[in-house]
């Protein structure tokens, strides 16, 4: 058999040259295709952020509680995660084949076995007690707290400690000591430094107290420690028991010498930054709560005074001292209701009845009462209407009686008398919600068949209306009687 070349003819040729160009165009076709491709996969793998899971995050926080472990191995997941993206990015831009290693992935299954315990957790919450779940929480806050407070005074309580314990040995039986030494340098240092400094002070709170007498401190050592006596300067023949202040003072005396020489160790003592007073003018007249109240509300410039009292003339005293030297007052009402003491009514007490000439105490309360649950919406619905009957009080003695007389004044504005109108339409209304309003005072703590209606943010809102209307009609009626 034999063969030969022969020359293509030139349709043959032709015929080629096309087939050729075509294949040449679809293989060119692809390779831009694949470009684009491996393009847009190298810009979705490079802005691809593997630094999202930190501490900030809830998800992370659940594995800190429920398995450190799986914690621990998502952390070098996402870290040989970026390792491979950087390889890959390389790859890529190099045109090359990369050979990665596998990346284990078994701790899904752990994942999957916690979300299903918080997924029973989530149940378990909502069949639960909202109240319950609350007070549990507010506990382990409160706990928490504790333990933070405590970390910060632990230094203290061991040094406080360590000192108690070398007390403790230095004034064993079996240590021999005399302490005359210790008392004859106390004295020398308490006259020093403390004596002649607490006299000074003593005398200038009895000066502002307008009871210039002069005293004498006498002190004693005994076993390391001084006792101090207050005594009045007499005849030098007068034995000291004679002269001492209870049995030549008045209670009201007494009191005052008492209270001067608590408030000088106030000042004396670097270490106070408050002071409690429980009932300081108890069985005083008028004269001596007018005295006092000033020269306490005062003292509140130096550290914070707080005053148990019963006395509501002396809270006037405060209240006008506090205005005449621009001194911050909080009052709060503390009763004892049926039988539970302890009951705390902020800023609600004769002593703010200026505030209550409109309604906008029980609007606060009635604001928050609205998105509060049940449990925490009824003690603001009892505080709102406390604050709404003290409005109508207030409005008695500003508006019916044109601040003629007030409730702790001292004297009576006999010239207001010619601006007080009163309508008794309007009067007996402001009667009629009084009444109506004390029901709810204690309104959670009734039962049923004592109270025609249980409180409601909508029934406060509406009484709050009703008050200022009633308030917009007295206004009214004044215009209209006085021409």
């Known amino acids: 058999m034999t063969h030969s070349d022969q020359p293509l003819s030139d349709s043959a040729r032709h015929y080629i040259e096309r087939l050729w160009s075509l294949l040449e165009s679809d293989a060119q076709s692809r390779l831009i295709e694949l470009e684009k491709q491996l393009q847009n996969n190298f810009e979705s793998l490079e802005a691809l952020e593997l630094d ?14 429920y398995s450190p472990e799986i914690l621990s191995q998502i952390q070098i997941f996402l870290e040989n995660s970026e390792k491979h993206q950087q390889q890959l990015l390389e790859a890529i831009k190099n045109r090359k084949t990369a050979h ?10 752990g994942i999957q076995e916690i979300v299903e315990r918080l997924e029973e957790t989530i149940l378990e919450l909502r069949n639960s007690s909202k109240s319950v779940i609350i007070t549990q929480l507010r506990h382990e806050q409160i706990e928490l707290r504790h333990r933070q407070k405590l970390r ?17 040995k230095a004034e064993s039986s079996s240590v021999k000591r005399s302490t005359h030494h210790i008392s004859r340098q106390y004295n020398l240092l308490f006259d020093k430094l403390v004596t002649q400094r607490y006299i000074e002070l003593f005398e200038e709170h009895l000066q502002l107290l307008k009871f210039p007498a002069t005293i004498k401190v006498i002190t004693k050592g005994q076993k390391g420690e001084t006792l101090k006596q ?6 030098e023949s007068m034995p000291t028991r004679i002269a001492q202040t209870d049995k030549v003072l008045s209670e009201g005396e007494q009191k005052a010498v008492a209270l ?20 300081p003018v108890t069985s005083l007249d008028f004269d001596w709560k007018d005295l006092i109240a000033p020269i306490l509300v005062q003292e509140s410039r130096q550290q914070q005074v707080v005053i148990f009292t019963h006395d509501l003339h002396f809270l006037y005293c405060l209240k ?11 009052a709060h009402w503390i009763e004892k209701r049926n039988g539970v003491p302890g009951w705390v009514f902020q800023n609600n007490t004769p002593l703010s009845e ?8 029980a609007n606060e309360y009635w604001q928050q009462a609205r998105k509060e649950p049940p449990e925490a919406q009824q003690v603001l619905l009892q505080a709102g209407f406390g604050a709404l009957r003290t409005s109508y009080e207030a409005f008695v003695i500003f508006d019916l009686f044109g601040s003629v007389v007030m409730r702790f004044g001292e004297r009576v504005s006999i010239d207001r008398l010619k601006d007080v109108y009163v309508d008794p339409e309007i009067r007996d209304t402001v009667i009629q919600k009084v009444g109506f309003l004390s029901r709810y005072i204690e ?3 009734h039962s049923d068949p004592y109270i025609a209606q249980k409180p409601t943010p909508d029934l406060l809102k509406q009484e709050i209306d009703e008050f200022d209307n009633l308030k917009k009609r007295h206004t009214d009626y004044r215009k209209k009687m006085t021409g």
């Open 260 to 279: 001067a020489d608590f408030l000088t160790e106030v000042v004396l003592d670097d270490n106070c930054s408050a002071i409690v007073l429980d009932d």
């Open 443 to 445: 309104g959670h703590l």
């Open 100 to 109: 990665l290693p596998r990346i284990s992935k078994h701790f899904f299954s």
């Open 52 to 65: 999202f899971f930190n501490d900030q995050l809830v998800s992370y926080r659940h594995l800190v509680v």
């Open 152 to 168: 910060q005074l632990l230094p203290g309580i061991e040094q406080y400690i360590q000192n108690a314990q070398w007390i403790a």
């Open 354 to 361: 200026s505030d209550y000439k409109k309604s906008t105490r």
């Open 320 to 330: 006008e001292a506090a205005n005449s030297y621009d001194i911050q007052l909080s």
């Open 230 to 235: 207050i005594a009045l300067k007499m005849d």
